[in-house]
């Protein structure tokens, strides 16, 4: 029952890829694919997750990164997590991919009204930078502007459990500053997400998403256009 289910995802998908990839020639299109493996021990919450991102759709890979977040619960409502992840990133260019380390702090408050569930999340995150490809013409180091890129995200989110159906809405809207950058005179990005949770099973749930980046982010985010797939599991 569950391969079916899983078949029947996989075949929706590339549906929809075969027909967005049509009008997708530009590099202001991308197509993520994630993967979250979820455990809970008492008021821990782990998380291990791994994304593919792309630019053109599937003509690029624009990104790969695993994230590991651990997360505690105060109360039903109030949460501290701490996430740690490792990207590899295409560096336009030098044509060549780069590793980040991104290490991150997050404060989550929840509010909950009936099958309406909202969210506030706020979020101090620092990247590191390897500069070792980037070689000039000269021989010399071409180093970025900003390393480390510290960066403060405010997150808000909505989430509806439509009663007796497995499909839940859901949407997100987040603001990017760079708190280190003298130059910055405003919010780097805003971006918007709105998509739908099928739930699978008790443990399986899969997402479709549409993303929209107002700016780019900074010099490893490429994509204003973005369409989403995600397979989330919870361990026992």
């Known amino acids: 029952m569950k ?5 029947q995802l996989l075949s929706i998908v590339l549906i929809i890829i075969s027909s967005v990839q049509l009008f997708s020639q530009d590099e202001q299109y991308g197509l993520w694919l994630n993967y979250q493996l979820d455990k809970k021990l008492k008021n821990w919450h ?67 009204f009936g099958d309406l569930k909202f969210g506030i999340k706020e979020k101090f995150r620092l990247t590191t930078k390897d500069e070792s490809k980037r070689i ?13 890129e510290i960066t403060w995200v405010n997150g808000l989110n909505f989430e509806y459990n439509i009663p007796k159906s497995k499909i839940s809405p859901f949407g997100q809207m987040s603001t990017y500053y760079t708190i280190n950058d003298d130059e910055n005179s405003g919010f780097e990005n805003i971006r918007y997400k709105l998509g739908i949770d099928y739930k699978i099973n008790k443990r ?3 997402n479709m998403y549409f993303l929209y980046n107002s700016h780019q982010e900074s010099d490893d985010n490429y994509g204003k256009y973005i369409l989403g797939f995600g397979f989330r599991q919870t361990l026992k």
């Open 136 to 148: 000039d013409e000269d021989g010399t180091i071409d180093t970025y502007r900003l390393n480390p």
């Open 46 to 112: 782990f998380e291990l997750e791994s994304e593919l991102r792309t630019v053109y759709y599937l003509q690029l890979i624009e990104r790969g990164s695993i994230k590991l977040t651990s997360r505690y619960n105060f109360t039903k409502r109030l949460d501290l997590s701490a996430e740690y992840g490792l990207i590899n990133v295409l560096d336009v260019k030098y044509d060549n991919y780069q590793i980040r380390h991104r290490f991150a702090l997050e404060l989550g408050y929840t509010l909950k």
């Open 204 to 206: 399986s749930n899969a």
């Open 3 to 7: 391969g079916r289910y899983i078949k």
